[in-house]
């Protein structure tokens, strides 16, 4: 099994650029995962944001974690929990609105950081959404346009953490899911591992290293790209000891937005594979991933199929 993809960001400003790139594309092709270190977020900041997430998992999400669990009987299950995740949550929205100010037991500074994480997060997103044109042939700002709706994108982070499990076995941190929106950064933990993704029919594990950002494609980018980029099944697996921290910030289309494959690439395709993929309102193909988030994607995409004849290309056509 070939190495997981490591990107050095600050190798795309200078002879190794090229390089870079076609790092990056072959990610993107064969992987659906890539991590970047030297990706512009100081080192600073990151180590901020993770004292302040674990502190706040201990002083206001613990005990509650333990309530749960006792509440569900879980501490001694003996067959495998299908329809339940061993982890610990809560999300902030920070695109088109935030939510920041009504989350509730945050710290001032807690609040204040995460909202200085996210402009950055927010920056590094649309950035390698470019990286993503540059190599597809698409013009640059193509993929923040047809992200873009009325109102911009969907911005947010769920904030995680997977406490030590008596029976990771039995139970998963979070059960395989292909994550249905755009570019997801991952800050996660460097010290208790648990992510881990499928390639070749073999689940890999996603290495924690210190101070990167891991990113995946979601299932819009595979969407515009006509199934050249894929989004790929992952999973977080239970461990017994350490508790994992996980900061996934999704940066996703806006509700109606509408989603079709990008009709440059289109144009390079073999007359059989012109268009593979529906054309939908983002917030429609959210509604149907509600429900089926942990199935097989492909009958997402053909349930779109069958509602597309109603949906008009929208304001981002010419883009």
Not at 151 to 173: E, R, W
């Given at each position: 099994m070939a190495n997981f993809p490591l990107i050095n960001m600050e190798n795309l400003n200078g002879a190794e650029r090229a390089v870079t790139m076609e790092k990056i594309n072959e990610a993107c092709e064969?992987?659906?995962?890539?991590?970047?270190?030297?990706h512009g977020i100081s080192h600073e900041l990151l180590d901020k944001v993770e004292k302040m997430t674990k502190d706040h998992y201990k002083k206001c999400m613990e005990q509650r974690f333990k309530e749960m669990v006792a509440a569900k009987a879980l501490e001694g299950?003996?067959?495998?929990?299908?329809?339940?995740?061993?982890?610990?949550?809560?999300?902030?929205?920070?695109?088109?609105?935030?939510?920041?100010?009504?989350?509730?037991?945050?710290?001032?500074e807690y609040r204040e950081l995460m909202k200085d994480f996210a402009g950055k997060l927010e920056k590094l997103a649309e950035e390698l959404l470019d990286l993503l044109c540059e190599n597809l042939g698409l013009e640059k700002g193509y993929l923040k346009k047809a992200f873009y709706g009325t109102?911009?994108?969907?911005?947010?982070?769920?904030?995680?953490?997977?406490?030590?499990?008596?029976?990771?076995?039995?139970?998963?941190?979070l059960r395989a899911h292909t994550d249905a929106g755009g570019i997801i950064l991952l800050f996660q933990d460097d010290k208790v591992s648990g992510l881990q993704l499928l390639k070749d029919g073999e689940w890999v594990d996603v290495p924690p290293m210190r101070h990167s950002i891991v990113i995946n494609l979601g299932d819009q980018i595979e969407v515009i790209t006509n199934g050249k980029y894929k989004s790929v099944l992952?999973?977080?697996?239970?461990?017994?000891?350490?508790?994992?921290?996980?900061?996934?910030s999704f940066y996703n289309p806006g509700n109606d937005a509408v989603i079709y494959p990008a009709p440059v690439l289109l144009e390079k395709e073999p007359t059989e594979k012109e268009q593979s993929y529906p054309k939908f309102v983002f917030d429609d193909y959210m509604k149907l991933y509600a429900g089926l988030k942990f199935q097989a994607k492909e009958p997402r995409f053909e349930a779109m199929k069958a509602v597309e004849a109603n949906v008009s290309l929208g304001p981002v056509a010419t883009v």
């Open positions: 064969n992987w659906g995962f890539f991590e970047l270190v030297n299950v003996k067959a495998e929990v299908t329809d339940m995740d061993w982890e610990s949550t809560f999300f902030l929205r920070h695109l088109p609105t935030s939510n920041i100010s009504e989350i509730p037991d945050l710290e001032d109102k911009g994108p969907n911005f947010g982070t769920k904030v995680s953490n997977y406490p030590p499990c008596p029976t990771p076995d039995l139970i998963k941190g992952h999973r977080v697996i239970a461990q017994t000891d350490g508790t994992r921290m996980s900061l996934a």
